[in-house]
Nanobody
């Protein structure tokens, strides 16, 4: 059973930065593809970014390209989301997700089997 736990959310001013962490324990040989999604109040959950198990392939939503960076450290079973140049539209609960069968990073939340509880990111103007 894979368990996913996010951390690192908080309150930041517009233009600032935050780094989220996600520990995924239980992935066979650390080979989980990982994704970050977010959900703002009154909106549907949306894709942010994803990374394959090796870290060599990534995918980003257009809204975060050039501002957010996903990376991973398989020795620590951890995926990171570095968020720079944050703006109030980035305010949301950020969820980390994992899947043991994906070979490439996907933006479809239905493809992920394991989800964390979410961490709140609030960007003030």
């Amino acid at each position: 059973q894979v368990q996913v736990v996010e951390s690192g959310g908080g309150l930041v001013q517009a233009g600032g930065s935050l780094r989220l962490s996600c520990v995924a324990s239980g992935c066979t040989n650390s080979r989980c593809a990982m994704g970050w999604f977010r959900q703002a109040p009154g909106k549907e959950r949306e894709f942010v970014t994803a990374i394959d198990w090796s870290g060599r392939s990534t995918r980003y939503a257009d809204s975060v390209k050039g501002r957010f960076t996903i990376s991973r450290d398989n020795a620590k079973n951890t995926v990171y989301l570095q968020m720079n140049s944050l703006n109030p539209e980035d305010t949301a609960v950020y969820y980390c997700a994992a899947d043991q069968t994906m070979l490439t990073p996907r933006d479809d939340p239905e493809r992920y089997d394991y989800w964390g509880q979410g961490t709140q990111v609030t960007v003030s103007s």
